[in-house]
């Protein structure tokens, strides 16, 4: 006999999901087609039907404490199915924004990320910070070649020691904010999906380590139909940006600590860091700019992108180019295009570092935690095997199983 369950509705949430990118939501009328239509969504209790009827529903808990919205991978093969438009897809992404902004830390800057109203105070920010930076070093461009920045005061355009000092902690409160707001998402599908007894348990290392093993080479992502060319453009911009990492700390590594002068277009012995960059921002702009043109040419498989998607393609896009281009126009030997991009560059640094875990860019972290949660809890993707959990009030009347 079915256990009884008193549904507690929560019609703001659903009105928030709908503002958040869920605009199609009441268009589902249950049929499974999407479920069927994923090719990633496991056998048993497979998504994203059984997220439509919450959503519509306003179950908040049950649809906020819910690992499978980070399976998906936004391929849309679900809403190019869809027999009434209810772009499930979308529903989807709206909900993890949402799981992005409950769990940030500290709450406020989830909240000036994902407001189109704060837009202005979210560019500005990093805005003024640059521009403070510039003012101190002098607020002029230097005589001479061109030298964006120099170990001493006056010696280049904007004093090294500023940056290291602003960057630095840009990134430990990136980070620190990352671990704090990924923890929390962690104790909250704990709490909200208790691990059922005498199950498989993996534990985090090793469920962390499945996770990556199907992350990094974007596995899961590869099975995705409708929307296949989003896999070679995600991989390219994924890698490119670890790539363009790896310059970054190679470079500042020389610079800080090796004391030597960051490298110029003519040194011999940086040819190898300059190739890896430049591969990189070329894969990473690539890889971008195929994203953001499906995006405008191509809604239906792409998804709808929300205010939130377009600001995280703002900086990530616009860090991108900038850097790009500061290597280009030193090289044309214009000193007032060089570094007037040079500020708005580290304008666009600063500005994806600051808000890195309460923008898009967090769905790195969310993505892995939720990943590793369900390996952890004996739900494998690949195999579709019956999760070990059970959902806060679990019961087979609001559980769609198809
Ligand atoms: S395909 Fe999915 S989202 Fe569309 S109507 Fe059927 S159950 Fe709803
Ligand atoms: S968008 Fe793709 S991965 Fe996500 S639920 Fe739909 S079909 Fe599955």
Partial sequence: MSKEFVAEPDLQFTKDLIAAGAGDLKKCYQCATCSVACRIAPDNRPYPRKEMIWGQWGLKDRLLNDPDVWLCHQCNDCSTQCPRGAKPGDVLKAVRKMNIQKHSWPRFLGTLV?????????????????????????????????????????????????????????????????????????????????????????DFIPSLIEALKEILPHTTFKECEANNIRYAAHLMAFWGMIGLLVTTAIVAFNFDILG????????????????????????????????????????????????????????????????????????????????????????????????????????????TVAIAWSKSAGRDIKLGVEPNYAPPAAVEQAEPQG
């Fill in 260 to 367: 030597l002068k960051p490298p110029s277009l003519s040194g011999p012995g940086t040819v190898p860091i300059k190739i890896l960059g430049n591969v990189s921002a070329i894969a990473f702009i690539v890889g971008l700019g195929i994203m953001l043109v499906r995006r405008m040419t191509a809604p239906d498989q792409a998804g709808n992108s929300s205010y939130f998607d377009w600001l995280f393609l703002f900086f990530i896009f616009g860090t991108g180019v900038t850097g790009l281009l500061t290597q280009l126009v030193r090289w044309a030997g214009s000193a007032p295009g060089a570094y007037s991009l040079y500020t708005i560059h580290l304008m666009f640094v600063l500005a994806l570092l600051l808000y890195l875990p309460f923008s898009k860019f967090a769905h790195i972290g969310y993505r």
């Fill in 114 to 202: 994902g407001e189109p109203s704060l837009f202005v105070a979210a560019i500005g920010i990093p805005i003024v910070v640059v521009l403070l930076l510039v003012y101190i070093s002098g607020w002029t461009f230097p005589e001479g070649p061109i030298t964006y920045s120099g170990h001493h005061l006056g010696e280049g355009f904007i004093w090294v020691r500023l940056i290291q000092v602003v960057f630095t902690a840009a990134l430990v409160f990136a980070v620190v904010s990352m671990v704090i707001s990924l923890k929390s998402y962690w104790n909250s599908l704990e709490t909200n999906n208790p691990v059922l007894e005498g199950g498989p348990r993996r």
